[in-house]
């Protein structure tokens, strides 16, 4: 009894991720590229909204690798000017000058 469960163990685990369903592997695709579109459209992943909308608060996971919090407070400002940027400490100012080519 012993050698059998021992036989049948050793191709389950060397099937390794191979063992994980289709559908599920699909899944992780079409997540992988939803948070591709996601960043390119607003910065932030899928998760990163999710969070966001649970924690009422604007969350990036990414900021963690910068040494920054996770998630800020959600602060909204009427800014009276066509062109804006965001310093280090991601407050919005207003750019006096037309657009440089310093980014």
Do not use: Q, W, Y
């Not at 969070?51 to 800020?72: A, E, H, M, P, Q």
């Amino acid at each position: 009894m012993k050698k059998f469960i021992i036989i049948i163990s050793i191709p389950l685990l060397l099937m390794g991720c191979a063992a994980i369903p289709a559908p599920l592997i699909a899944l992780g695709h079409v997540h992988t590229g939803a948070d591709v579109v996601s960043v390119i459209a607003t910065g932030k992943t899928t998760t990163d909204h999710a969070i966001s909308k649970i924690l009422n608060k604007d969350c990036v996971l990414f900021r963690l690798v910068k040494g920054k919090k996770i998630c800020s407070k959600i602060i909204e400002k009427n800014i009276d000017c066509d062109i804006f940027h965001f310093d280090d400490l991601e407050n919005s100012k207003c750019n006096l000058n037309d657009i440089t080519d310093e980014f």
